[in-house]
């Protein structure tokens, strides 16, 4: 997901590494910060694979920055990846944030529905953080006030979600 956030943020417009952080901490940091030991080597894998370039510029106060920029075969790859994305993408919520922050760039509107349909589908599936067996339970057959607070929060979550996702795949449709 950072590659996809990496592209997604340098669709928009270039920057240099330390303003990328800065966005991509701002979309994912609550779940797990990036650090510069971890953001610096995937901007050169990316930067390797050709799917973005770099250009130096002088600093305003200090040494020069380096600029990224995403190259043509970038924005294929972005659009790629947000119209075919893996199935953990779909089912794991901080995944499924960073797609859906950038589907927009994906601009045909059933290849957007096709993705949406995708999560619907997974959040129409019977499923708790807790089962009987195989069966799921819900938040009144637990007497954990804490496990069935869990189940209270995601269930408005996913009522939420499943709302948005009817409304937009409608105007997307319509």
């Given at each position: 997901?950072?590659?996809?956030?990496?592209?997604?943020?340098?669709?928009?417009?270039?920057?240099?590494?330390?303003?990328?952080?800065?966005?991509?901490?701002?979309?994912?940091?609550?779940?797990?910060?990036?650090?510069?030991?971890?953001?610096?080597?995937?901007?050169?894998?990316?930067?390797?694979?050709?799917?973005?370039?770099?250009?130096?510029?002088?600093?305003?106060?200090?040494?020069?920055?380096?600029?990224?920029?995403?190259?043509?075969?970038?924005?294929?790859?972005?659009?790629?990846?947000?119209?075919?994305?893996?199935?953990?993408?779909?089912?794991?919520?901080?995944?499924?944030?960073?797609?859906?922050?950038?589907?927009?760039?994906?601009?045909?509107?059933?290849?957007?529905?096709?993705?949406?349909?995708?999560?619907?589908?997974?959040?129409?599936?019977?499923?708790?953080?807790?089962?009987?067996?195989?069966?799921?339970?819900?938040?009144?057959?637990?007497?954990?006030?804490?496990?069935?607070?869990?189940?209270?929060i995601?269930?408005?979550?996913?009522?939420?979600?499943?709302s948005?996702?009817?409304d937009?795949?409608?105007?997307?449709?319509?």
């Amino acid at each position: 997901m950072l590659e996809l956030a990496i592209l997604g943020f340098l669709y928009d417009t270039p920057l240099h590494g330390y303003e990328l952080r800065k966005r991509i901490t701002a979309l994912t940091g609550h779940v797990k910060p990036i650090a510069e030991s971890t953001l610096y080597p995937a901007i050169k894998r990316l930067e390797k694979a050709g799917l973005l370039e770099r250009a130096t510029e002088p600093g305003s106060v200090a040494a020069p920055r380096h600029v990224l920029t995403l190259t043509k075969d970038g924005r294929h790859e972005l659009r790629r990846r947000l119209a075919e994305p893996a199935q953990r993408d779909i089912t794991d919520e901080n995944r499924w944030f960073t797609l859906l922050a950038f589907l927009r760039h994906l601009e045909d509107a059933p290849a957007q529905a096709a993705v949406l349909r995708r999560r619907l589908a997974f959040l129409e599936e019977p499923a708790s953080f807790f089962y009987e067996g195989d069966r799921p339970l819900s938040a009144e057959e637990l007497d954990d006030p804490f496990r069935r607070g869990i189940l209270t929060i995601a269930r408005a979550t996913s009522r939420a979600e499943l709302s948005w996702l009817r409304d937009t795949l409608a105007s997307l449709d319509g």
